[in-house]
T-cell receptor, first 115, second 113 residues
Framework: DTAVSQTPKYLVTQMGNDKSIKCEQNLGHDTMYWYKQDSKKFLKIMFSYNNKELIINETVPNRFSPKSPDKAHLNLHINSLELGDSAVYFC??????????????FGPGTRLLVL | LAKTTQPISMDSYEGQEVNITCSHNNIATNDYITWYQQFPSQGPRFIIQGYKTKVTNEVASLFIPADRKSSTLSLPRVSLSDTAVYYCLVALAGYSSASKIIFGSGTRLSIRP
C-alpha cells in the first residue's frame, strides 16, 4: 500500500553509462516531482510534471530527462552519468491545487553511486 | 526569489518544547511556508503549512509574524522519535518554474533522554 514507490533503491554504475529510475504513485495525484539530495543534505528540485506541462529547473543538465507514460508514473532517465550525479534522488507527488499549497508526498529515495 | 536560512543543528531533551526558526527575508506575497521532517534513509514527510499568523495541527504549531520574513516550527514535548532533519520550504503560489520551490538547508534536531 506504498503511496509513492521508487525502484531501484540502490544503483551503482560506471561513469558514462545511461540509467533510469522509476517512480510510481497510487494516490491519484496529478503532479509529480523529482528532487536531488546531495551529500550535504540539500534538497533541490529538478522537475515538476503533470499531464499538461513539464516544468524544468533550468540548472538541471539536459542529460536528465523525465518520462511519464501515464499520470501515475514519472521515470527519470540519465544519460552519460558523471561522478557528480552521485546523490539520493527522491520522487514526490501532489494534487494540482493552488501552487505553493500542495502537500508533497515523497518516495523512499534512490541512492545513486557513480564510480 | 525567496531563500531560506535555518540553524544547522539543535539539541534538546525529551519532554521539552523545541522551536526551530527559518528566515526567509525575500518571501513574496503569494509564497506559502511549509515544513517537512526527514528521517535517515527516508523521504521528507509533511508536517505543517501556513501563510500568516499561527497554524496548529496534531503534531506541531507554526508561527508566522506579520512581516512573514521568518517562521517558527514549534514541537511540543518532543520525544526521541522526533530526532530528524527539519526542512523549511517556501513555494511561490502560481509558480511557473520548478526552481521556485526552495527547500531550506535543513535543521538536524537531536533529542536526548
Amino acid at each position: 500500500d506504498t503511496a509513492v514507490s521508487q525502484t531501484p533503491k540502490y544503483l551503482v554504475t560506471q561513469m558514462g553509462n545511461d540509467k533510469s529510475i522509476k517512480c510510481e504513485q497510487n494516490l491519484g495525484h496529478d503532479t509529480m516531482y523529482w528532487y536531488k539530495q546531495d551529500s550535504k543534505k540539500f534538497l533541490k528540485i529538478m522537475f515538476s510534471y503533470n499531464n499538461k506541462e513539464l516544468i524544468i529547473n533550468e540548472t538541471v543538465p539536459n542529460r536528465f530527462s523525465p518520462k511519464s507514460p501515464d499520470k501515475a508514473h514519472l521515470n527519470l532517465h540519465i544519460n552519460s552519468l558523471e561522478l557528480g550525479d552521485s546523490a539520493v534522488y527522491f520522487c514526490a507527488s501532489s494534487h494540482h491545487r493552488d501552487r505553493g499549497q500542495e502537500t508533497q508526498y515523497f518516495g523512499p529515495g534512490t541512492r545513486l553511486l557513480v564510480l | 526569489l525567496a531563500k531560506t536560512t535555518q540553524p544547522i543543528s539543535m539539541d534538546s531533551y525529551e519532554g521539552q518544547e523545541v522551536n526551530i526558526t527559518c528566515s526567509h527575508n525575500n518571501i513574496a506575497t503569494n509564497d506559502y511556508i511549509t515544513w517537512y521532517q526527514q528521517f535517515p534513509s527516508q523521504g521528507p514527510r509533511f508536517i505543517i503549512q501556513g501563510y500568516k499568523t499561527k497554524v496548529t495541527n496534531e503534531v506541531a504549531s507554526l508561527f508566522i509574524p506579520a512581516d512573514r520574513k521568518s517562521s517558527t516550527l514549534s514541537l511540543p514535548r518532543v520525544s526521541l522519535s522526533d530526532t530528524a532533519v527539519y526542512y523549511c520550504l517556501v513555494a511561490l503560489a502560481g509558480y511557473s518554474s520548478a526552481s521556485k520551490i526552495i527547500f531550506g538547508s535543513g535543521t538536524r534536531l537531536s533529542i536526548r533522554p
